[in-house]
């Protein structure tokens, strides 16, 4: 592959916002690699041995995202520079270049925690992959990083503020907030090992929480509106939200209910209700007797004279002026109580949105994390048999090594017995 393939090939990636400290002895290796790196990453900081990297990484260390380095080096070699790197940071990337002439200093390599590794002479596509795959591991793994720390957050804010609890699979609880014990009145050590139907309220239709654990265990979340009855008998509200946890494999582990409580709200909303029918009521009532003045009025003019029934009439009049005033308060304080009833509803329902969707985005961020902790763990997995494979070729290597060493050392002694006995070998 050509320069301007490698070049396009990793344009728009994270090595173009990434700096790099690359260590490189051999000043030609060094001027030709670098031509290629400057126009991939955002800055290259460059040495050619340990003492001079030190010096760079000493400068700029906040800004390095990874290093590049030679084993073989003047001044300082490679592992003096890397051990002197880890005593500051222990977490930034290392791709070492090796040329495995020295099975010890690869060991002391891996103990490093170098990130991986690169035999001479290197070659730059396939180097520039390997650091691609480093940058953007190391970019994932902080994304993480960055969810775990909301999650932590969310689920503070949550347990502050609300009602959690904890289900197995049959719905025996195993761990409620102190939120949550205080509002039922139950004592942590009532409510764990109980089954959740313990603050159920009679009034509950069943049809709700045959719905509920339909939903559930659909792996599907379930919010709603529940009627829940406390320790004391009392009756308490709640917006509902409850959801199931799953496993790597994705089986249901168990399930989580997090609850706002409302029954201030619902109190209020009860009492302008009953209220509201009750100046309906005295609405009809007025209404009614309105009608029977009325038809008293009708009986009473066919039996008195008209002087009587104008003096009637009149008087009539007047109670239907002070009726109709009554009934125009009272129309006024229905559609008065209406309102305020919609403004409290309006109200409670934008504080159930509110908090749904801060307990749909904590359930999101925990499966994410969940999806990235499980990638990672598997990434892991797979760098670790790596190390330990290249260590097992290292052991064979070495043991190949000392096989040599061993057949060299015996024909040392083989020709030392031979010159002995002949005379000194001479190369004509």
Not at 69 to 78: K, V
Not at 228 to 241: I, R
Not at 375 to 397: C, D, G, M
């Amino acid at each position: 592959m050509d320069t301007s393939s490698q070049i396009s090939q990793f344009s728009d990636t994270i090595l173009n916002q990434s700096t790099l400290l690359y260590l490189e002895p051999d000043e030609q290796i060094r001027k030709d690699t670098l031509s290629v790196f400057e126009k991939i990453f955002k800055k290259i900081l460059v040495g050619s041995d340990g003492k001079e990297g030190l010096e760079l990484f000493q400068d700029h260390k906040s800004e390095i995202d990874l290093i590049l380095t030679d084993i073989e080096m003047p001044n300082l070699d490679g592992i003096d520079f890397l051990s002197k790197v880890r005593e500051e940071n222990t977490d930034i990337p290392v791709l070492i270049v090796t040329i495995f002439n020295d099975i010890n200093q690869l060991i002391n390599t891996i103990k490093l925690k170098i990130t991986d590794y690169i035999v001479k002479p290197i070659q730059l596509n396939t180097t520039l992959k390997i650091m691609h795959k480093i940058l953007e591991d190391l970019a994932n793994k902080k994304v993480v990083e960055k969810q775990r720390n909301e999650l932590v957050i969310y689920k503070d804010i949550l347990d502050k503020e609300n009602l959690v609890s904890e289900t197995d699979l049959n719905g025996v609880i195993t761990y409620a907030n102190d939120i949550f014990c205080e509002v039922s009145g139950y004592s942590k050590e009532e409510l764990i090992g109980k089954p959740h139907n313990i603050v159920r309220h009679p009034d509950v239709s069943k049809a709700v929480y045959r719905n509920l654990w339909e939903t559930i265990q659909n792996k599907q979340t379930w919010k709603g509106k529940l009627k829940n009855k406390a320790k004391d008998g009392s009756t308490y509200y709640v917006q509902a939200t409850i959801f199931p946890i799953l496993d790597n494999e994705g089986n249901i582990e168990k399930y989580v209910g997090s609850r706002f409580l409302i029954t201030e709200q619902e109190e209020e909303k009860h009492k302008l209700k009953k209220y509201i029918m009750h100046q309906k009521s005295q609405k009809v009532k007025h209404e009614k007797q309105l009608q029977e003045e009325f038809h008293d009025a009708v009986h009473a003019a066919k039996m008195e004279t008209d002087e009587k029934m104008a003096k009637f009439i009149q008087g009539l009049n007047d109670q239907i002026k002070t009726l109709r005033e009554k009934h125009n308060d009272d129309k006024g304080r229905i559609l008065s109580l209406e309102r305020k009833y919609k403004e409290s509803n309006d109200k409670l329902d934008n504080m159930q949105k509110a908090y749904q969707e801060k307990v749909e985005k904590l359930h999101k961020t925990a499966v994410i994390s969940l999806e990235k902790y499980n990638s990672f763990k598997k990434k892991n997995a797979l760098i670790t048999e790596k190390i330990e494979k290249s260590q097992e070729a290292i052991k064979t290597l070495q043991g190949y090594i000392d096989e040599y060493r061993k057949k060299i050392a015996d024909l040392e002694d083989l020709i030392e017995a031979y010159e002995k006995q002949y005379g000194k070998i001479t190369v004509r």
